[in-house]
C-alpha cells in the first residue's frame, strides 16, 4: 500500500512564505508525476503545481511566479515552495502521487493522496 505523508502548512501573515513536504512510502515501482492541489472552503480541489517526471511543470494562473515546485526523486519527495503568500491562497493544500506500485500479485498505476495539511493566510 502507497502512503504520502505531508508536512508543513500553517498560519502565515500575507506575504509571508511556507514549504510544504511531502514523501511516499510503500511498494513503489515507479513515480510517473507528484504535485500538489487546494481545496478552499465552499470550493472545488483545483490544482496548483504537477510535477511529471518528464515533461514540463505546471502551475495554475494564480501562483504563477510565487510558488515553486521541487521534487527528490531519492526520498520518493516533492516540495511546494510558497512565496508572497496571499489570504486567497487559504485552503487544505494536498499532495499528489501519480504511482506505479505492487497492488496484490500485480502491479498497476493509480493517483494517490496525501491527509492535507491547511494553509492559512491572515491580511
Known amino acids: 500500500q502507497v502512503q504520502l505523508v505531508e508536512s508543513g502548512g500553517g498560519l502565515v501573515q500575507a506575504g509571508g512564505s511556507l514549504r510544504l513536504s511531502c514523501t511516499a512510502s510503500?511498494?513503489?515501482?515507479?513515480?510517473?508525476?507528484m504535485g500538489w492541489y487546494r481545496q478552499a472552503p465552499g470550493k472545488q480541489r483545483e490544482l496548483v503545481a504537477v510535477?511529471?517526471?518528464?515533461?514540463?511543470?505546471t502551475y495554475t494562473d494564480s501562483v504563477k511566479g510565487r510558488f515553486s515546485v521541487s521534487r527528490d526523486n531519492a526520498k520518493n519527495a516533492v516540495y511546494l515552495q510558497m512565496n508572497s503568500l496571499k489570504p486567497e491562497d487559504t485552503a487544505v493544500y494536498y499532495c499528489?502521487?501519480?504511482?506505479?506500485?505492487?497492488?496484490?500479485?500485480?502491479?498497476?498505476?493509480?493517483?494517490?493522496w496525501g491527509q492535507g495539511t491547511q494553509v492559512t493566510v491572515s491580511s
Open positions: 499528489n502521487g501519480r504511482i506505479f506500485a505492487v497492488q496484490g500479485t500485480g502491479s498497476q498505476t493509480q493517483n494517490y
Open positions: 510535477m511529471p517526471s518528464r515533461g514540463t511543470i
Open positions: 510503500g511498494n513503489i515501482l515507479s513515480i510517473l508525476s
